[in-house]
């Protein structure tokens, strides 16, 4: 969301930032804030019933930003459903004067509880992501991952497809862009720690993008950050057919979806033996980011519905 404030500010919303306060004596800290605001935009955090009806007698209209599925327990747990989370995600849009849902499946649920529920995607600075060269022959063939230590796993998992690959396209490496590396016989890794200022350069160095993800409630409300990434930066993916990854890919026209290790290799050894056809499709990847997907699609979208929502009477 720090992606739209100076947009915003230059639009005549004047924007605040603020961390979320842990415990009531920050809380009071903010009080001073909310009595000089119009909106409260929240983003993710569920709050206390006393928390919402602080901003409530500030006469502030309150924004519940989500793109996660914070309903559920992550699918890390062997219990998806959660009492606890589903109460103060109900209690969040039911106090909410707008929901902002990061994809359609998100909605859904949320219109469960409020009847004003708009999509704004997870968006992509596109300028801040340079395009790889895919012209590039006199290297390996380097199929990327970036994300956190929590998600490992869904990489690991295709460890038998990825050693295929290798077995059939010997110049292909796999990097991972994390704080962890995985271990994987018979397939080339490269290391590459995660950093905020030498990410967009990392995904850019990929010739192929890998976006696993498993098929649960968790995963339904995941907003393809990782994907949309590699999109931005002309990277064809190979995703899993999970959520709103069906939204994004047009199988065979700027990636493949795939379920199964075999698709998984099927679908990376095509890419990797066809240069050009990355080429052709890394061109159809960075427009479907500008078009639907980008800071510069949604920001005037954003900046209509708070000035609409400022500007509305009291519910």
Not at 10 to 38: F, G, I, M
């Amino acid at each position: 969301v720090l992606q739209f404030t100076d947009y915003l500010n230059h639009n005549s919303v004047v924007c605040h930032v603020e961390v979320y306060p842990a415990n009531k004596e920050q809380w009071r800290t903010v009080e001073p804030l909310l009595a000089a605001s119009d909106v409260v935009f929240v983003q993710k955090k569920r709050l206390a019933a006393w928390q919402i009806a602080s901003i409530k007698a500030h006469g502030c209209k309150l924004v519940f930003d989500v793109d996660d599925a914070v309903m559920y327990n992550s699918s890390r747990h062997r219990f998806r459903w959660s009492f606890t989370r589903s109460r103060a995600f109900r209690r969040m849009c039911t106090a909410a004067d707008l929901v902002i849902a990061g994809n359609g499946y998100l909605k859904k649920l949320a219109e469960r509880h409020n009847r004003r529920v708009e999509v704004v995607p997870t968006s992509i600075d596109t300028d801040a992501y340079p395009l790889h060269d895919h012209s590039n022959t006199s290297s390996d063939v380097v199929i990327g991952w970036i994300g956190g230590r929590k998600s490992l796993p869904f990489l690991t998992q295709l460890t038998p497809a990825l050693q295929k690959v290798s077995q059939a396209v010997p110049n292909v490496a796999l990097k991972v862009v994390c704080n962890e590396f995985p271990r994987m016989d018979g397939v080339k890794v490269i290391e590459a720690r995660w950093s905020a200022d030498t990410e967009a350069q990392d995904v850019a160095s990929f010739d192929i993008g890998l976006a696993p993800l498993p098929d649960d409630p968790w995963s339904q409300g995941k907003c393809a950050t990782k994907l949309l990434q590699c999109m931005a930066a002309g990277v064809p993916c190979v995703a899993s057919g999970v959520g709103v990854h069906w939204e994004i890919v047009e199988p065979g026209d700027n990636g493949y979806l795939a379920a199964g290790s075999q698709q998984w290799a099927d679908s990376l050894i095509k890419l990797a033996r066809d240069r050009e056809k990355r080429a052709t499709m890394a061109e159809k990847c960075r427009k479907t980011v500008e078009k639907r997907y980008s800071v510069a699609a949604q920001q005037p979208r954003l900046l209509q519905m708070l000035t609409d929502l400022a500007g509305s009477p009291a519910g």
